[in-house]
C-alpha cells in the first residue's frame, strides 16, 4: 500500500519534471504527507495538462458521505476495472500523484521500522492515480483522488507485499489519455524497476501525521 509519502522540491523543479510552463501555484515543502491531506496532482483537461490540488482519500461522486474518502486511499490495480467505488474514474478520471518519496513500515524483531524510499536517478516520480468530484448537501465540491497499487518488486517484497503503481516519466501522457486504451492501461501498472529504488531508515516520530519536519526523511 501507500499511507504516506513526500513532495520537498521547490516549484520550479517540479515544472520542470511535468514539462509544464511557470503556473501560479502554491505548493510547500511536505515531508509527510497523510491521508485526507492536500496533494499535488496533475490532470489532463482538453489535451492540457492542469496541476493543483487534490484531497487524498477518493469520495465517489455517488457516495451518501464523506467518511468513504479515509477508507479508500489506495486502489489496487489488479481489480480497479471492478470495484465499484473506482470503475468509473479508472475509465476517465486518471491523474498522478507527484512525489519525491514515501514511507513503508518493515517489521523487525523490536517492532516496526520506517523506511524511506526513494528512486535512485529520479528527484521526482509520478504515482498513478484516480480523482473523482463529489458535491455535499451545501452543493460544496471536493475533489478528491486515491493512489494505485500493485504488487511489490524483488526490492519492496523484504519491506511489503504492495507497493505504489509507479509511472516512468515517459508514460504519464500515456496514463492521462481521456480516452486511452485497457491493455494500455494495464501495461502501465506494472511494480517500478528494483534496481532503481533505495531504502533508508528513518525516524519513529514520522508515524504521526502532524510530524511534518525534515528530520522524517533523515537517516538514521
Known amino acids: 500500500m501507500c499511507g504516506r509519502f513526500t513532495l520537498t522540491a521547490e516549484e520550479e523543479t517540479i515544472l520542470s519534471y511535468l514539462n509544464l510552463d511557470h503556473k501560479p501555484m502554491t505548493w510547500k515543502p511536505r515531508y509527510n504527507i497523510a491521508p485526507t491531506q492536500s496533494v499535488l496532482s496533475c490532470i489532463k483537461h482538453q489535451d492540457a ?6 484531497q487524498w482519500g477518493l469520495i465517489p461522486h455517488w457516495a451518501k458521505d464523506s467518511k468513504i474518502g479515509s477508507k479508500l486511499i489506495n486502489a489496487r ?3 480497479v476495472m471492478q470495484k465499484p467505488s473506482f470503475k468509473n474514474s479508472f475509465a476517465r478520471k486518471r491523474c498522478i500523484i507527484i512525489a519525491d518519496g514515501f514511507f513503508e513500515w518493515k517489521q523487525n524483531e523490536d517492532g516496526k521500522q520506517p523506511l524511506y524510499i526513494t528512486l535512485k536517478d529520479q528527484p521526482l516520480f509520478a504515482m498513478a492515480g484516480l480523482y473523482d468530484t463529489w458535491q455535499d448537501e451545501h452543493e460544496k465540491k471536493i475533489h478528491t483522488c486515491t ?7 524483488t526490492f519492496m517484497e523484504h519491506i511489503h507485499q504492495r507497493m505504489p503503481v509507479i509511472l516512468k516519466r515517459n508514460h504519464i501522457d500515456s496514463w492521462l489519455m481521456p480516452k486511452q486504451s485497457i491493455p494500455t492501461l494495464q501495461s502501465l501498472m ?12 528513518v525516524t519513529k516520530k514520522m508515524g504521526n501525521a502532524a510530524f511534518d519536519s525534515p528530520e522524517c526523511i ?3
Open 77 to 79: 490495480s489488479e481489480t
Open 147 to 153: 493512489i494505485l497499487t500493485t504488487k511489490a518488486n
Open 49 to 54: 495538462m492542469r496541476i493543483g490540488t487534490l
Open 218 to 220: 533523515q537517516p538514521i
Open 190 to 201: 506494472q511494480p517500478y524497476h528494483a534496481h532503481e529504488m533505495r531504502a533508508i531508515p
